[in-house]
Each structure stands twice: as structure tokens, then as C-alpha cells.
């Protein structure tokens, strides 16, 4: 009997799904990292997730760099990570990864033409997946994704994107004055000329991840692989509209979402800056091919659309420059306009490139400035400290430094978010749809902007 009863808890224990997962019950696998932002996931330790980490990859520099990576968290000063890497390399680690099933959590971020492949494979198998923006590129990824969400479902996993925006204080104080009444109003419709709501990102190939100078793979300079920056960094932009705009609310991407322009245009990049992103002396194929006679590379990282959800008017862009000047990095301007008042982060040399809040009325009154003031004293139940500095055309919303958490935290923060998912089943209904619907709009943009 012992044995019988030893037997039926290991075939438990080996049955994992997404509903009540216990601690140390999350087993990760990483599947081909070649983007920064998978080793960004083991930044932080989980209290549900064991360190033992399962990699399979093709041998080469990407997962080389990925492990790299993670040795630098173990070997921090400063909370020093204690990930065990257990590393497969081989052509056929896909194979591998699926007939092993080592773990019951697949991160994926790396090369974006093969992701929504790796996506569908992983929840057929029934592996729940955390995986980087974006999880499709094109018309064809994206009717694949809508098959992964099919398949997840009735395999009871869960598949999620991992949106770190959301976790940005500015952005998340934007949303939250956003939903009081008697500060925003009312959110307007706009109109193609002046949308309601504009998100723009402005972004760098070269740039410091960790504190070290990054080393791009050469596949992210080819959009064929990476993907354009209108399926890219886009995703983030038209996920935070959905998010913020409408709080809540399931999207129906076949009736409630219109693309009305989109269009492209390319970022020149030098051999010699070539040869400073990856460290590579010697353009692959892709690459040599797409070079003008000059020698420079044009991708096209840069990208525009506009766009109504809901009959509301929204505008997302994408810039990628090589480098940022000096003492400046990635930058973010947003505007949501309220029939009270209109919501606004900058981030340019006025802010010393740091992202501020702005709250600028349609009309001051001691009556306004009464509301405005009882909602930072509500607000500031949850983001204690929050204060109020009067400006020009309204007032900036000072916050205090301890809600300032870098891009790089923020994925600590959507991980322990994915993971009360797993644990207590309990993802918003509206979380898939709205994944589907920010997919058609970034995929059917590039559909419109590459017909031109």
C-alpha cells in the first residue's frame, strides 16, 4: 500500500496544471533565449519557482550571452540570484525540450519569426508560456495565436504576454486619474487629426542593459526575424491604450477595432555600427542584401498607426535611433484627452529625460482645484507620498522615488503577476481577448503599411 500511495502522489506532482500550484511547483524551461529579456526574468528569485532552470538552444553566441547573463545575477553584490542552469544544445532542442517536459513553464524571448511556432508547440504539449512581446509578427503568426489561445484553453494552461509597461509609475498614475470623474471627465473621442489618446516611443540599438553595453545578435537588425517596430515595440503602445483606456472592458477585435493609417519608414545602420551592436566583422546574408550603396542597412524599426477601438481615435509610434545623446536613453510621451482635463507624461530634457505626470485642465476653478486635490489624497492611499506641484498650465504630480522602479524590475513585477495567475487561477476574462485584439491591430497595421 505504501508504494501504491508513494506512486500516486509522484503521478500527481507530475501532473501539474495552472490551478493551485504550490510553492516551488513552477519549473522553468527557456526555450532559445536570444533577446535580453529572458535572462530580465531571472533577475529576481520566486518564492514558487524553483531554481533549477532548464535551457534548450541551438549551440551559438545567443544562448552563450543568455547564460552569461544569468551568472552576472548570481554573482551579483546586490541580491544575488541562485539559478542553476541545466543547458541542452542541439539542433534539435525543440524535440528535446517537448519530449522532456523538465519543467511546466516555458520563457520565451528571443527570435520573433520562430516564437508563435514555439508558442503553439509549447501549450499543445500542455506547458503553460511567459513569453516577450511580440508573440506574432505578421497575418500568419497571428491566426497561429489565436490557435494557441485555443489550444491553451482546453489544455488548461495559461498563455501570457509579458507587458512591463503596465508596472511604470507614471503610467499607472495616468490610468488611475484617468477613472476619476471629476479630474479627467470623460475620455473624448478625437479625431484622426487629434486622437484621444497618443502613445510614442522613442528607442536606441545601442543602449546599457544591467550596466553593461549590450550586445545585439545580428538576426534583431533583420524584421524578417525580429519584425518590424510596427509589430515590435508597438505592441507595448496599443496594449497600454486597451489597458488604460479601457479598464475592464473585454475588446472584440472583429468589430470593435478599425485601422485607419499605418505606415513605415527606415533606420540606417552603418557597418561599423553593425560591427559595434553584435561584434560580428562580417554582414550575414540577410543583412548584405539589404544594404544600399553606401553600405548602410535600412530596417525598418520605425512605424505609425492610427487607429480608432471603440469609435475612440488613437495614434501608437515607434522611432529607433542608433544611439541616444549623452545622459539620455529610451524615451515615452503620452496624452490621454479628457473632456475635464488631459492626462500627460513627458520625458525630454525639461523632465531631465525622467517620465513626469502632468495634469493640465480645460479650466482652473477653486472647485477643480478642490477635486484635483481630494484625488491625489484618494490615489495616495495606494502610492502614499504622492503631491501635487503647481504649473503653468496645471499641475505636475510629484512622485516619490521609491514607486521609480526601472524597465528591468518591471519584469520581476509582471512575472509575480503571471505567477498569482497560475496559482489561484484567476486571470482577468478580458486578459485574452484583449491579447487578441492588440495582435490584429499591430499585425494588420503592418498588413496596410507594407501594401504602401
Known sequence: MKGIKTAGLAAAAACITTIGMAQKNIRLITLDPGHFHAALVQKSMYPQVDNTVHVYAPKGNDVTMHLDKIKGYNSSPNNPTQWKEVVYEGSDY??????????????????NRLKTDYIAASVKAGLNVFADKPMAIDDRGFEKLKQAFVTAKKNKVQLYDIMTERYEITTLLQRAF???????????KG???????TKESVHHFYKYVSGSVLTRPAW????AQQGEGIVDVTTHLVDLIQWECFPGVT????????????RHWATKVSKAQFTELTKETVLPAYLAEKTDADGHIGILSNGEINYTVKGVHAKVSVIWNYKAPEGTGDTHYSIMRGTRANLVIR???????????YIEPMAETPAYE????????????????LTLKKQAKGWEVIIPDAFKEG???HFARVMEKYLEYLSKNNMPSWEVPNMIAKYYTTTRAFRIANKK
Not at 103 to 108: A, F, K, P, Y
Not at 347 to 357: M, V
Request: net charge positive.
Open 251 to 262: 475588446l472584440d477585435y472583429r468589430k470593435d477595432i478599425a485601422i485607419q493609417q499605418a
Open 370 to 385: 478642490a477635486a484635483v486635490e481630494q484625488a491625489v489624497k484618494k490615489i495616495s492611499a495606494q502610492y502614499k507620498g
Open 220 to 223: 534583431f537588425l533583420d524584421v
Open 407 to 409: 524597465h528591468e524590475a
Open 191 to 197: 479625431t484622426l487629426q487629434e486622437p484621444a489618446v
Open 178 to 188: 484617468s477613472m476619476e470623474s471629476s479630474v479627467f471627465g470623460a475620455l473624448k
Open 347 to 357: 520625458q525630454g530634457a525639461e523632465q531631465q529625460y525622467k517620465p513626469t505626470l
Open 94 to 111: 525543440l524535440q528535446k525540450m517537448l519530449a522532456e517536459k523538465k519543467g511546466n513553464l516555458v520563457v520565451l524571448a528571443g527570435n
